[in-house]
């Protein structure tokens, strides 16, 4: 089945913990991306990935890294997470465009 | 001024009626306009995209673009309460920026028996 699948689906941390969520599609694509969705501000873009070892910023990239060493994977790092990255997060990919894209279930973060 | 604006909604239509999603976008260059679909705690899936000014149909839904009023809309006929849902509309922007993608705030719909 073509998907995009996250990992984990649900997360409680806390301050300054590190952590990695990751994203995986079967699909071949070369476009990855990530948004946070957050009540009253909508989705919004933190990093999005071209193809392998090229990655952009998006409109919040704040206290966010990522990596596209593969073209099958692309994880959202934290490195110190904060409470006011408490947070829906979605991955999606692409065929081509940007705008045509598959989203993940989600993973929801809490961090207190 | 937002980059996406979309009707504040929530919209609600009766079954059978016409429902009408309208969104607003800043970026004069913006080349192409999305409108997905996301249902309460699932995650959003893309129904219609649109590229060119004018008219796109596809089954119940029709996309509309007008670039020189920089406006897209989206019109559900014959709504069924199942098509109750939030709707976002998403733009890609002009200029080299081609990965970028921008989402409104969503129009929540209900489509009541």
């Known amino acids: 089945e073509a998907q995009v699948t996250q990992n984990p689906r649900y997360l409680i941390t806390v301050t300054g913990k590190k952590l990695t969520v990751t994203c995986s599609q079967n699909?071949?694509?070369?476009?990855m991306s990530w948004y946070r969705q957050d009540p009253g501000l909508g989705l919004r873009q933190i990093y999005y990935s071209m193809n392998v070892e090229v990655t952009d910023k998006g409109d919040v990239p704040e206290g966010y890294k990522v990596s596209r060493k593969e073209k099958r994977n692309f994880p959202l790092i934290l490195e110190s997470p904060s409470p006011n990255q408490t947070s829906l997060y979605f991955c999606?990919?692409?065929?081509?465009?940007?705008?045509?894209?598959?989203f993940g279930p989600g993973t929801r973060l809490t961090v207190t | 001024q937002k980059e996406v604006e979309q009707n504040s909604g929530p919209l609600s239509v009766p079954e059978g009626a016409i429902a009408s999603l309208n969104c607003t976008y800043s970026?004069?260059?913006?080349?192409?306009f999305f409108w997905y679909r996301q249902y309460s705690g699932k995650s959003p899936e893309l129904i219609m995209s649109i590229y060119s000014n004018g008219d796109k149909e596809d089954g119940r839904f029709t996309a509309q673009l007008n670039k020189a009023s920089q406006y897209v809309s989206l019109l559900i006929r014959d709504s069924q309460p199942s098509d109750s849902a939030t709707y976002l509309c998403?733009?890609?922007?002009?200029?080299?920026?081609?990965?970028?993608?921008?989402f409104g705030q969503g129009t929540i719909l209900t489509v009541h028996p």
């Open positions: 998403a733009v890609t922007p002009g200029g080299t920026s081609y990965g970028k993608l921008t």
């Open positions: 699909m071949n694509h070369e476009y």
């Open positions: 999606a990919s692409s065929p081509g465009l940007a705008g045509e894209q598959y």
């Open positions: 970026d004069r260059g913006s080349q192409s």
